[in-house]
Each structure stands twice: as structure tokens, then as C-alpha cells.
């Protein structure tokens, strides 16, 4: 029997490798580490990645084992998920990974400009219904450019065609600079050996279901006003895992 929440809980706010902001009154609040994640915590200078919406945190630790030349960050709002990933790498003694338990609506409180190299979406909600929810919108991507490096990539890993489709037309309309993109990442060979490399437990049970992996990588530059691609979509038929989708409707924006 797994651990219940409350024991999740009382163990997350032992560990030194967890920061937990769940409400929004933070905005109240000054978060003093903003602007000192090298020197505060990771005590160097190496890049921070963030993995946002990282669920139970084994996609954060398994690049911070794999790039320990790196620093990551896996924020989520889902505590007791994440309990696993902070446990993981409290066991493992990785000094290369922290937990940030927030709001996404809310994190460019949490970061100074500049501080963030890359950011990794793994899986996130489609969001069929409301783009501005979507972590791959325009919305969000001008929060990313509050404290994202000019230029930054941002990685996308998903198995919703319809946020797939929808991320290429953002990107196109507002011309960002594509590096990598495909609708099957595992039979693509070397050239996506990164995002290929680790698979998480939901996204195994993904490929068993026959679904393909998209993957995308593209950069954030800080100039220009974005713009959200006025396209209708054909919506995913699913909502999750053995999930059926509950809209009536076949399209969205």
C-alpha cells in the first residue's frame, strides 16, 4: 500500500530540496530566493532547467542523473506526486535537483531575469478548451520570457495531437526558431536521443496504447510581440489514460 498523502506531506517539508508555495497570496509574499538559486541552493553556476507541470518528478530527476552539469527544477501544484521525485533524489544524494510545489499560473514570481537556460514540457494538459491554460500558449510564453535566458529553448513532449498542432501553429505564426521536431520521437533515431532517453511510467503505458510521441524543441527570443494563431483544431478523442473525451465539440482554437 502506498503512502498517504498526509505522511507525503509531513516528509516533503523535512526534506532541503522542496520549496512549497501552493497559494497565490505569494504575490504578498516576496519569494527571497528569486535571483539566487545558484549561490542559495545549488551553491554553483551551472544552468537551471525547469520541468513544469512535473507530476511525480522522475522526468526531473532523471535528467538532473543525466546531465549532472546541470541544475533542474521540477514545479508542480500536485504535492504528493512530487513527493516521489523529492524522496528519489534525497535517497540518491542528487545536490542537482529541487522541487517547487506552486502555481505555473504564478511562476515568474519565483525567478529573476535570465535565470533559467531551458524549460521542459512533459505531458502537460492539452487545455482543449481554454488556450490560455495551455503551457505551450502565448499567455504563458510571455511569462517565460520574464525569466528565461533571451533565446532559451523550450522543449515539448507530449502524446495530444491537438497540443502538438496547436505548438507548431504558435510557433509559426510568431516565427520562433524550431531546432527539433517530430511525430514519432522513438523511431527517429539519434537525433532525438535526449528526449527519448527517459520514459516515464504513464508514457509507457502511452506507447502500450499505440499512441505516437511528439516531441518539438524551439527557442524563446525576448523581441517581438506574440500572437495566438487564429486555427481551428480537431481535438484529441481522449482526455487521458483510458479516458474518453467529454466534449461534444470536434474543433477548437
Not at 539519434?190 to 496504447?209: K, V
Request: hydrophobic letters at 35%.
Amino acid at each position: 500500500m502506498g503512502k498517504g498523502k498526509l505522511a507525503k506531506f509531513a516528509d516533503m517539508e523535512t526534506y532541503d530540496n522542496v520549496f512549497q508555495y501552493p497559494y497565490s497570496v505569494v504575490e504578498h509574499v516576496p519569494f527571497e530566493m528569486q535571483g539566487h538559486w545558484h549561490e542559495q541552493y545549488f551553491n554553483n553556476q551551472n544552468p537551471i532547467v525547469l520541468e513544469l507541470g512535473c507530476g511525480k518528478g522522475e522526468y526531473t530527476v532523471e535528467l538532473a542523473k543525466l546531465h549532472p552539469d546541470m541544475n533542474f527544477i521540477g514545479v508542480d501544484i500536485k504535492g504528493a506526486r512530487m513527493w516521489t521525485g523529492a524522496t528519489q533524489a534525497t535517497q540518491e544524494g542528487l545536490k542537482n535537483v529541487a522541487f517547487l510545489r506552486t502555481n505555473i499560473e504564478i511562476i515568474e514570481r519565483f525567478f529573476a531575469p535570465g535565470e533559467v537556460q531551458e524549460i521542459w514540457l512533459t505531458f502537460s494538459d492539452p487545455q482543449m478548451k481554454n488556450p490560455r491554460k495551455r503551457l505551450t500558449s502565448t499567455y504563458f510564453m510571455e511569462r517565460y520570457r520574464r525569466f528565461l535566458v533571451n533565446g532559451g529553448a523550450i522543449h515539448l513532449k507530449t502524446d495530444s495531437n491537438f497540443l502538438f498542432t496547436y505548438t507548431i501553429y504558435m510557433v509559426e505564426h510568431n516565427q520562433l526558431p524550431v531546432l527539433l521536431r517530430t511525430t514519432d520521437l522513438y523511431a527517429e533515431g539519434t537525433t532525438y536521443a535526449e528526449a527519448a532517453s527517459i520514459q516515464t511510467y504513464y508514457e509507457s503505458m502511452w506507447l502500450e496504447r499505440g499512441l505516437d510521441i511528439k516531441y518539438m524543441k524551439f527557442r524563446l527570443p525576448h523581441e517581438g510581440t506574440l500572437e495566438e494563431p487564429d486555427v481551428e483544431i480537431e481535438l484529441d478523442d481522449y482526455r487521458s489514460y483510458h479516458r474518453s473525451k467529454r466534449s461534444s465539440k470536434d474543433t477548437a482554437k
